[in-house]
């Protein structure tokens, strides 16, 4: 089984930063993309951004300047580092990973529960 559980969400005041982070557990053979997506009120789930094993990056052009994906491979860690936050930004955010168990022939997607970042103006 697979776990991917996020931590950093809160409340900030519009042009404030937050970090979240997403730890991966279990019997992982190998976790390739990584990304955070968002889910506000009333709206689809979009992506936010997202990384590959070997760093590649892609934003969503609502956070491109103010947002920066990163991981830690070691740690099965994946962070998103938010600047210049904007009450836009107001959602749910979930940390989803590409992970391929061990004794798996393939990878499969994983989803967090998620964590409330609510941006005040």
């Known amino acids: 089984q697979v776990q991917l559980v996020e931590s950093g969400g809160g409340l900030v005041q519009a042009g404030g930063s937050l970090t979240l982070s997403c730890a991966a557990s279990?019997?992982?053979?190998?976790?390739?993309?990584m990304g955070w997506y968002r889910q506000a009120p009333g709206k689809q789930r979009e992506l936010v951004a997202s990384?590959?094993?070997?760093?590649?990056?892609r934003y969503a052009d609502a956070v491109k300047g103010r947002f920066t994906v990163s991981r830690d491979n070691a740690k099965k860690m994946v962070y998103l580092q938010m600047d210049r936050l904007k009450p836009e930004d107001t959602a749910r955010y979930f940390c989803?990973?590409?992970?391929?168990?061990?004794?798996?022939?393939?990878?499969?997607?994983?989803w967090g529960q998620g964590t409330q970042v609510t941006v005040s103006s």
């Open positions: 989803n990973g590409r992970i391929q168990m061990v004794l798996s022939t393939k990878p499969s997607d994983y």
């Open positions: 990384i590959t094993s070997d760093g590649t990056t």
């Open positions: 279990g019997i992982i053979f190998s976790i390739n993309a």
